[in-house]
C-alpha cells in the first residue's frame, strides 16, 4: 500500500492561492485514485477532488469547481492541488488519500496522510 505525506499548507488571505502536495512512497502511484478531502473544525470531513492516476480523469466538488485544479507529476509521484481564489471557508486541514483502482467521492481510501492546514483570512 502506497504512503502519501501532504504539504504546502498555511495562512493565506482572501482571493490568494496556494498549491498543497502529496507525495507518494513505497510504490508508485500508478493504479491508484488519488483523493483530497478536508475537514474544518466542528465539520464533517468532505470531498474535494480526485484523480485517478492511470486515466487522468477528475471528480470536483461544486464548491471548488473553477478555483481548484488537481494535477500529477509521474517522475516524482506526486499530486498537486493548485487553490486559486480562496475564500475564509476553504480553511480546513487537508488530506491526501489514495485508494488502489479505480475510485469515486464515494468510495473508501486506505492510504492517509497526516493533513496540512490551510487558513484563509478575509
Known amino acids: 500500500q502506497v504512503q502519501v505525506v501532504e504539504s504546502g499548507g498555511g495562512p493565506v488571505q482572501a482571493g490568494g492561492s496556494l498549491r498543497l502536495s502529496c507525495a507518494g512512497s513505497?510504490?508508485?502511484?500508478?493504479?491508484?485514485?488519488i483523493g483530497w478531502f478536508r475537514q474544518a473544525p466542528g465539520k464533517e470531513r468532505e470531498f474535494v477532488v480526485l484523480?485517478?492516476?492511470?486515466?487522468?480523469?477528475?471528480d470536483y466538488a461544486d464548491s471548488v469547481k473553477g478555483r481548484f485544479t488537481i494535477s500529477r507529476d509521474n517522475a516524482k509521484n506526486a499530486v498537486y492541488l493548485q487553490m486559486s481564489s480562496l475564500k475564509p471557508e476553504d480553511t480546513a486541514v487537508y488530506y491526501c488519500?489514495?485508494?488502489?483502482?479505480?475510485?469515486?467521492?464515494?468510495?473508501?481510501?486506505?492510504?492517509w496522510g497526516q493533513g496540512t492546514q490551510v487558513t484563509v483570512s478575509s
Open positions: 488519500a489514495a485508494r488502489l483502482g479505480s475510485g469515486s467521492r464515494y468510495s473508501s481510501f486506505g492510504s
Open positions: 513505497g510504490r508508485s502511484f500508478t493504479g491508484y485514485t
Open positions: 484523480i485517478n492516476w492511470n486515466s487522468g480523469r477528475t
